[in-house]
T-cell receptor, first 114, second 116 residues
Framework: DSGVTQTPKHLITATGQRVTLRCSPR?????VYWYQQSLDQGLQFLIQ???????AKGNILERFSAQQFPDLHSELNLSSLELGDSALYFC?????????????FGPGTRLTVL | AQTVTQSQPEMSVQEAETVTLSCTYD???????LFWYKQPPSRQMILVIR??????QNATENRFSVNFQKAAKSFSLKISDSQLGDAAMYFC?????????????FGKGTKLSVKP
């Protein structure tokens, strides 16, 4: 158990819908990362937050958005869902934002878009 | 842009034997970090080993060691005395050095099977 929690574990929805994935980092970790794992694209970095502020942005679609709240939990919002958005979405946290700090991954949320 | 390539989609090893997984990367930076992550069937991502590019000495963690060849931009993982629990997907990853952005760039992964 990494100490990072993600809810829900599984999510099944239809095209065009909007969903919210939630992540609670390890106690004391200030940085949260979101990654998408799909068969086509592999593991891709989406976005990073550090202590409530956006720190880095990767291959995140405009239909996707995220935020980190004062209690440091984070939410990833996916809208106008397409079949290709079906993937495993990971959240990871570290105590600081730099690469020298180990990222601890949550168990992921499996999103299926029908 | 930095890229990470794992040329072996699948590998197989006999229990107790040694196996080496390959990884190459492309970057114009001189300092960076390299990682190997393990993803077992549970899908949990687990850090196996980390290498700082400015360190010449290869990292080791128990049965896991790396062969870091900076000039060749190669970063292979050696697993000694393979165990059934080592069966998993293994991902090589890169991260830039310094600054506050620690996002990882992953390779496509190598699926390792361990035969009893």
């Amino acid at each position: 158990d990494s100490g990072v929690t993600q809810t829900p574990k599984h999510l099944i929805t239809a095209t065009g819908q909007r969903v919210t994935l939630r992540c609670s980092p390890r106690s004391g970790d200030l940085s949260v990362y979101w990654y998408q794992q799909s068969l086509d694209q592999g593991l891709q970095f989406l976005i990073q937050y550090y202590n409530g502020e956006e720190r880095a942005k990767g291959n995140i679609l405009e239909r996707f958005s995220a935020q980190q709240f004062p209690d440091l939990h984070s939410e990833l919002n996916l809208s106008s869902l397409e079949l290709g958005d079906s993937a495993l979405y990971f959240c990871a946290s570290s105590d600081r934002g730099g690469p020298y700090n180990e990222q601890f991954f949550g168990p992921g949320t499996r999103l299926t878009v029908l | 842009a930095q890229t990470v390539t794992q040329s072996q989609p699948e590998m197989s090893v006999q229990e107790a034997e040694t196996v080496t997984l390959s990884c190459t990367y492309d970057t114009s930076e001189s300092d960076y970090y390299l990682f190997w992550y393990k993803q077992p069937p549970s899908r949990q991502m687990i850090l196996v080993i980390r290498q700082e590019a400015y360190k010449q000495q290869n990292a080791t963690e128990n049965r896991f060691s790396v062969n870091f060849q900076k000039a060749a931009k190669s970063f292979s993982l050696k697993i000694s005395d393979s165990q059934l629990g080592d069966a998993a997907m293994y991902f090589c990853a890169y991260s830039r050095y310094g600054g506050s952005q620690g996002n990882l760039i992953f390779g496509k992964g190598t699926k390792l099977s361990v035969k009893p």
